[in-house]
T-cell receptor, first 115, second 117 residues
Framework: AQKVTQAQTEISVVEKEDVTLDCVYE???????LFWYKQPPSGELVFLIR??????QNEISGRYSWNFQKSTSSFNFTITASQVVDSAVYFC????????????FGQGTELSVKP | GAVVSQHPSWVICKSGTSVKIECRSL??????MFWYRQFPKQSLMLMAT?????????EQGVEKDKFLINHASLTLSTLTVTSAHPEDSSFYIC?????????????FGPGTRLTVL
């Protein structure tokens, strides 16, 4: 069965600290996609990244970086030099083409960045 | 690109009334739209998958007669909460998927906050 686990419910850091949000997934399929979304207090989900199961290359986008490791079924997200505007709930999600592309979300990690 | 809108952004209604929420893809055609519900401090739960021109597919435990979904065009899907009750109060979010390079990426609307009194 598909499952996404974000073990960290809440994280609080001080501005400029680095922070890593963990995501562990379960799937039986060999083809799948992993996502990270940001949900600020306004509620709208903001797409951050999509990664397919055949691409284990890590990715960096500005202060954001993602570490995909199939061996540990993890897709972790690191924010470098965090800022107050990074405060939000972050969701990791999994989709499988064989399941019609439905997104299975993790429980979310609420990140609070304090000045 | 890939903008999804929802209307209304919030609604308050009396118990027993019906509420319609619209989801539109503004700059692309969405063959598939999804409806999610999110309770406070919780994750998003998929309610149903809506394909243009066909009946929606509901997730287990979601009452199809209570949550009516219509996907009449490639840019519009509607969710009608019939005979709403206080327990239906939630944040409803739609997403749309576009065929093309990012076929498995869903773009989300801003959400509709429903409060049933």
């Amino acid at each position: 069965a598909q499952k996404v686990t974000q073990a960290q419910t809440e994280i609080s850091v001080v501005e400029k600290e680095d922070v890593t949000l963990d995501c562990v997934y379960e799937t039986r399929d060999t083809t799948y996609y992993l996502f990270w979304y940001k949900q600020p207090p306004s509620g709208e989900l903001v797409f951050l990244i999509r990664r397919n199961s055949f691409d284990e290359q890590n990715e960096i986008s500005g202060r954001y970086s993602w570490n995909f490791q199939k061996s540990t079924s993890s897709f972790n997200f690191t924010i470098t030099a965090s800022q107050v505007v990074d405060s939000a709930v972050y969701f990791c999600a999994l989709s499988e083409p064989r399941q019609g592309g439905k997104l299975i979300f993790g429980q979310g990690t609420e990140l609070s960045v304090k000045p | 690109g890939a903008v999804v809108s929802q209307h209304p952004s919030w609604v308050i209604c009396k118990s027993g009334t019906s509420v319609k929420i619209e989801c539109r893809s503004l700059d692309f055609q969405a063959t598939t739209m999804f409806w999610y519900r999110q309770f406070p401090k919780q994750s998003l739960m998929l309610m149903a998958t809506s394909n243009e021109g066909s009946k929606a597919t509901y997730e287990q435990g979601v009452e199809k007669d209570k949550f009516l979904i219509n996907h009449a065009s490639l840019t519009l899907s509607t969710l009608t909460v019939t005979s709403a009750h206080p327990e239906d109060s939630s944040f409803y979010i739609c997403s749309a998927r576009t065929p093309g390079l990012s076929t498995d990426t869903q773009y989300f609307g801003p959400g509709t906050r429903l409060t049933v009194l």
